[in-house]
């Protein structure tokens, strides 16, 4: 038997449910006959916790046999907030405590489960314990009268989620907006949950992220996992303050590089992205009360870097560098953001503090009108703006009942919604900014604009084009997959 990879791992879930009756008999069978009840516990209790990590280890079975799951053994972390907020509240919809740790305890002694205990490294590094389905529990779920879409997340799951200035979950009173964020996120989730979302290429549907990546786990490789059970979206404001954040997280495709994103499908059909052009830079202008593209067609990016002569490398930088600035609180902490976020395998270059200073000092001078922005912290708060724009975006698209990807200031649409995602990007961006003028870039993916101007003029290109599109290769895996989805979303209509 192959040496299990406990790097190769994703945290618990502690909102794996599902109101499927099937599953509270397979819960229920699996407490009475290898767990049993204890005396001066509540099975009601014990059957909710137990419910969660059976549902989650059999999504992870589901997902990628070789798929472990960290979970918190230290009872401190349900009580100080690592998992979520102690008791029930609108971050623990399930109300998951320390009575979750007892319950990995008697799946292991019951021989239902494998379980690798937190470690430390040779460096001293820190890991959660794992664990994973042993055979005895897989014989289990094989003939499982519930199957692998029956599971979701509790109703009542939080989707506009306020952090404090230590990324601590907040408490707060809802009010007219937060109510309407979360029927947006609501409807959005719904929408997303009942789509097909995939990557035709992939057999196996999972893909290894790049090395800058990678250096974060000390060279260990990591992977996101292409999986319907994870598409979940939420609102996440920072500081204590709805003015501060606010993007969209959630969803694998915004932990994948645009390279893959090119191949994502929607329903088994083709996309494109769209994004923003400088989207930070000129939200930084509008704050300022200034409309930069009505003033010029310049690159605001178009700055020359000591010791880089690849025009593209030089853009790059120079774009981190200056969203990088926005965030900062000051010179010193953007220097060493820039450097942790720069990734040297794409620009193996040298930045000690008099190149990035002199860069500042040029970054200052070209954006004068908005100099009082850079290492000012400003960075939530443009990001506040741009996640206002993305709501307007995603509720458009609702209203048409058309899925739409979002990674931050950028879009992903089914081919053919082109048209649509443009006229909303700029509804949005001249009614939350008051400017009026913005740039959108495609990604290289042929969009419908693109294909009927070309077919027009040579009609043997576009029959080219459309069996191309027709014939793109799609693995037995995402075949099998997809076969899957249709087959469940078949039945849940009936």
């Known amino acids: 038997m192959a040496k299990r990879d406990y790097m190769h791992s994703r945290i618990l879930d502690v909102h794996r449910w599902s109101d499927h009756p099937e599953t509270n008999s397979f819960v229920n069978h699996v407490y009475e006959r290898y767990l049993g009840p204890v005396p001066g516990e509540s099975r009601k209790i014990q059957k909710k916790h137990l419910k969660v990590v059976l549902l989650d280890l059999y999504v992870a079975w589901q997902t990628d046999p070789a798929l472990n799951i960290a979970v918190h053994m230290s009872p ?59 055979p005895k529990l897989i014989q289990l779920f094989e003939p499982a009268l519930f199957g692998y879409f029956d599971i979701s997340n509790p109703a009542n799951r939080e989707t506009v989620i306020l952090r404090d ?202 954006h004068a009108r908005i100099a009082h922005l850079i290492c000012s912290g400003a960075g939530l708060r443009l990001m506040n703006i741009d996640s206002h724009i993305c709501a307007h975006i995603i509720r458009g698209f609702l209203e048409e009942d058309i899925p739409i990807l979002t990674v931050h200031d950028s879009f992903i ?17 001249s009614e939350i900014t008051q400017s009026r003028n913005i740039k959108v870039k495609y990604n290289r993916n042929l969009t419908k604009w693109q294909l009927y101007i070309h077919g027009a003029q040579d009609r043997n290109w576009f029959l080219d084009m459309i069996a191309s599109m027709r014939s793109t290769h799609k693995s037995d895996g995402y075949k099998l997959r997809l076969r899957k989805h249709k087959a469940w979303l078949d039945a849940s209509e009936d």
């Open 165 to 366: 200035e230590e990324k601590r979950f907040e408490r707060y009173d809802d009010t007219e907006n937060t109510n309407e964020m979360r029927e947006l996120l609501q409807r959005y989730n719904a929408l997303l949950h009942r789509t097909f979302i995939d990557i035709p290429k992939l057999d196996k549907p999972r893909i290894e992220l790049p090395e800058k990546r990678k250096r974060k786990r000390r060279k260990v490789p990591v992977f996101v996992n292409i999986s319907h059970h994870d598409k979940f979206v939420r609102r996440i404001f920072n500081n204590g303050t709805f003015a501060d954040g606010g993007r969209f997280y959630g969803g694998w495709w915004q932990r994948i590089d645009g390279d893959h994103r090119e191949g994502i499908y929607i329903d088994d059909s083709p996309t494109v992205e769209i994004d923003y052009s400088s989207l930070h830079a000129i939200l930084a202008y509008a704050e300022a009360g200034i409309d930069f593209w009505a003033e010029t067609d310049e690159d605001p990016y178009d700055l020359p870097v000591r010791g880089v002569n690849n025009p593209e490398h030089t853009r790059n930088i120079v774009k981190l560098f200056m969203l990088l600035s926005f965030n900062a609180s000051d010179e010193p902490s953007l220097f060493k953001a820039f450097r942790s976020e720069l990734d040297y395998e794409k620009y193996p270059y040298s930045f000690p503090d008099n190149v990035l200073g002199e860069l500042l000092a040029a970054v200052r001078e070209r």
């Open 413 to 429: 649409v089914p081919f053919g919604q082109e048209d649509r995602l443009n006229q909303l990007m700029h509804e949005a961006f």
């Open 76 to 134: 401190t972390a349900y009580s100080d907030g690592t998992v979520s907020l102690s008791g029930k509240t609108r971050y623990n919809a399930l109300n998951i405590k320390v009575s979750i740790i007892p319950i990995i305890h008697r799946l292991e002694n019951a021989g239902l489960i494998g379980i690798k205990l937190g470690w430390r490294d040779e460096d001293g590094m820190s890991f959660l314990t794992r664990i994973w389905p042993k």
